[in-house]
């Protein structure tokens, strides 16, 4: 991987974020950078994020500011790309162009990892990245969602060996099906540069792992 670029226990990521994406396929990877800057021992985590406009909406009204345009993103160096995924009628197909493939395939062939979440693997397979390579995407399980009926289809097309796991991880590239597994594809990105030390850092101050019931349904909360 590469080295970060300011510091070697700081890591830089960028989000390529498009209009229409995901919230919570954005939302992991930033937060669970943000505790890197809080918890003492943790190398740094930094995101960054760009995307071609300067206000980039999501499907369900979030708005972020982008950190840096593409062309300046373009002349820097990532230890990683994150691609949350979007929605196609919201505008979310912007990404699929120049400059966001170049710096998908730089950052990939100066040994950096590449992490897409749902539609968000598209992008890696327009960069030419996924050929031979296993990967996974988002289908609608009852065929509810229109626009996501043929995206297994379209993976293979981009000549990805598709696979019905939920996170798929091949030569640096990482590939999960979308909102619900989007925290765990967060936390082994994050295991890459902080190891699993780290990362188990991170999810016992979250309180990940434990119990999260406590006897009661919902119906029963005082």
């Avoid at 499907?59 to 929605?87: C, K, S, Y």
């Avoid at 009926?149 to 993976?155: G, V």
Wanted: hydrophobic share 40%.
């Amino acid at each position: 991987m590469p080295k970060g670029i300011q510091d070697p226990l700081k890591y830089r990521f960028l989000a390529l974020v498009g209009q229409g994406f995901e919230d919570v396929e954005l939302t992991p990877y930033t937060s669970l950078a943000g505790w890197t800057l809080l918890l003492p021992n943790l190398p740094q985590i930094q995101v960054v994020i760009s995307g071609f406009h300067e206000i980039i909406r999501s499907r369900h009204g979030l708005r972020v500011l982008r950190d840096l345009d593409l062309e300046a993103a373009a002349q820097q160096e990532w230890d990683a790309v994150i691609i949350p995924g979007g929605w196609p009628d919201e505008g979310y197909e912007e990404l699929y162009q120049e400059p966001v493939l170049s710096i998908i395939r730089r950052t990939h062939a100066q040994g950096g990892v590449i992490a897409s979440s749902c539609t968000g693997i598209f992008a890696v397979g327009e960069a030419g990245l996924l050929k031979g390579r296993r990967a996974t995407t988002f289908v609608s399980p009852n065929g509810s969602c229109s626009l996501c009926a043929k995206n297994a289809e379209r993976l293979a097309d981009y000549g990805a060996l598709v696979c019905p796991e939920p996170f798929i991880v091949d030569e640096r590239i990482l590939s999960d099906i979308g909102p619900a597994i989007g925290l765990r594809g967060a936390l082994a990105l994050l295991e890459v540069f902080i190891g699993r030390a780290g990362v188990a850092s991170l999810r016992e101050e979250l309180l990940l792992d434990r119990a999260s019931h406590d006897g009661k349904g919902l119906g029963e909360i005082d």
